[in-house]
């Protein structure tokens, strides 16, 4: 069997890594907080919140792109 680049799963792959970075970021901000719930905090963990979705999202994605032998 002859394989070739799969040009979906290889888009899907790239925007997981752009969302795992967000997770990264915002994750540090929210996690590394101490003091007072500000409204950047809730900010940070809103964007978290909605980034992580999204990487689960490009992971099922990436998933079923994967072959099955």
């Given at each position: 069997?002859?394989?070739?680049?799969?040009?979906?799963?290889?888009?899907?792959?790239?925007?997981?890594?752009?969302?795992?970075?967000f997770?990264?970021?915002?994750?540090?901000?929210v996690?590394?907080?101490?003091?007072?719930?500000?409204?950047?905090?809730?900010?940070?963990?809103?964007?978290?919140?909605?980034?992580?979705?999204?990487?689960?999202a490009?992971?099922?994605?990436?998933?079923?792109?994967?072959?099955?032998?």
């Amino acid at each position: 069997m002859t394989l070739s680049p799969l040009r979906q799963g290889l888009k899907d792959l790239a925007d997981f890594t752009i969302d795992a970075q967000f997770v990264q970021l915002y994750g540090g901000a929210v996690f590394n907080t101490q003091g007072e719930a500000t409204p950047d905090y809730e900010h940070a963990c809103a964007q978290l919140s909605a980034v992580i979705t999204d990487a689960l999202a490009d992971l099922q994605a990436i998933q079923k792109n994967i072959p099955s032998f």
